[in-house]
């Protein structure tokens, strides 16, 4: 058995809850989307969290679990509300488990359009250049770490375990070469609005919209990203219904 733990979420279905957490900076981003879309940014940001419900409820011998609640030396898979996991991830680090190994990771998959000419051209070079650094080398849901008082920040964050993973003890880590996970980084991600900092006008979220509408249509054809097929479909459906307000 291995754990999930979701670092963190909110009621999406309730508006008020969502406005309550709401970064001040991000806030205009939200008011913009609902401006723009007769779907409301929260109700969006629930079918997607529905979506990656359902994909966790299929990951074999696996629980999700608040941290506190998980006991201390067991797995746990880190990830954020809308990342999707393998349904056979337990059982490949259960035949994995050696007690020397703090950190378990894999290849970073993700479904996304580039956010910046810079993204894209990084983006680019992964696909070109097998040699490419990651940035990262821990992404929001790419490792697992047995649970203990010094990986509780590994867990939380993905830059935190990247940092930790690229200085630690040798036979402390293990590069498993699969994909066993999916980023699901939707038009409503934070990253892809541009977050707290970068400006976002109305044109520009329109453009953004019709490239996510395609983005979906295609899913991936790796075969060993099969298992993510149902869970691509659902979202080109949730893009398919999200309709502009007329103006």
Same mark, same amino acid.
């Given at each position: 058995?291995?754990?999930? =733990?979701?670092? *963190?979420?909110?009621?999406? @279905?309730? /508006?008020?809850?969502?406005?309550? @957490?709401?970064?001040?900076?991000?806030?205009?981003?939200?008011?913009?989307?609902?401006?723009?879309?007769?779907?409301?940014?929260?109700?969006?940001?629930?079918?997607?969290?529905?979506?990656?419900?359902?994909?966790?409820?299929?990951?074999?011998?696996?629980?999700?679990?608040?941290?506190?609640e998980i006991p201390t030396g067991?797995?746990?898979?880190?990830?954020?509300?809308?990342?999707?996991?393998?349904?056979?991830?337990?059982?490949?680090?259960?035949?994995?488990?050696?007690?020397?190994?703090?950190?378990?990771? =894999? *290849?970073?998959? =993700?479904?996304?359009?580039?956010?910046?000419?810079?993204? /894209?051209?990084?983006?680019?070079?992964?696909?070109?250049?097998?040699?490419? @650094?990651?940035?990262?080398?821990?992404?929001? !849901?790419?490792? !697992?770490?047995?649970?203990?008082?010094?990986?509780?920040?590994?867990?939380?964050?993905?830059?935190?375990?990247?940092?930790?993973?690229?200085?630690?003890?040798?036979?402390?880590?293990?590069?498993?070469?699969?994909?066993?996970?999916?980023?699901?980084?939707?038009?409503?991600?934070?990253?892809?609005?541009?977050?707290?900092?970068?400006?976002l006008s109305r044109s520009q979220l329109?453009? *953004?919209?019709?490239?996510?509408?395609?983005?979906?249509?295609?899913?991936?054809?790796?075969? /060993?990203?099969?298992?993510?097929?149902?869970?691509?479909?659902?979202?080109?459906?949730?893009?398919?219904?999200?309709?502009?307000?007329?103006?």
């Amino acid at each position: 058995m291995i754990y999930v =733990w979701v670092r *963190k979420t909110v009621d999406w @279905q309730h /508006e008020r809850a969502v406005r309550a @957490q709401l970064d001040p900076g991000f806030a205009p981003k939200v008011e913009l989307w609902n401006e723009t879309f007769d779907l409301p940014f929260h109700l969006f940001r629930h079918r997607v969290w529905k979506i990656a419900q359902l994909n966790l409820s299929r990951v074999e011998r696996a629980v999700q679990a608040e941290w506190e609640e998980i006991p201390t030396g067991s797995l746990v898979v880190p990830l954020d509300d809308d990342d999707w996991l393998a349904p056979d991830l337990a059982t490949v680090l259960e035949g994995r488990r050696n007690g020397r190994r703090v950190c378990y990771r =894999w *290849k970073s998959t =993700w479904i996304e359009r580039p956010t910046t000419l810079g993204h /894209e051209i990084y983006s680019l070079r992964r696909r070109l250049l097998s040699t490419t @650094q990651e940035k990262w080398v821990c992404s929001s !849901a790419n490792y !697992a770490l047995v649970k203990g008082a010094e990986t509780r920040e590994l867990a939380a964050s993905h830059m935190s375990a990247s940092r930790w993973v690229e200085s630690a003890a040798e036979g402390s880590v293990e590069a498993i070469d699969q994909r066993l996970s999916l980023i699901n980084r939707t038009l409503a991600s934070r990253t892809t609005l541009g977050g707290r900092r970068r400006p976002l006008s109305r044109s520009q979220l329109l453009r *953004k919209f019709r490239r996510y509408r395609r983005l979906y249509d295609n899913p991936p054809a790796t075969p /060993e990203l099969a298992w993510c097929r149902p869970y691509v479909v659902m979202m080109a459906d949730l893009m398919a219904a999200l309709a502009v307000k007329k103006r």
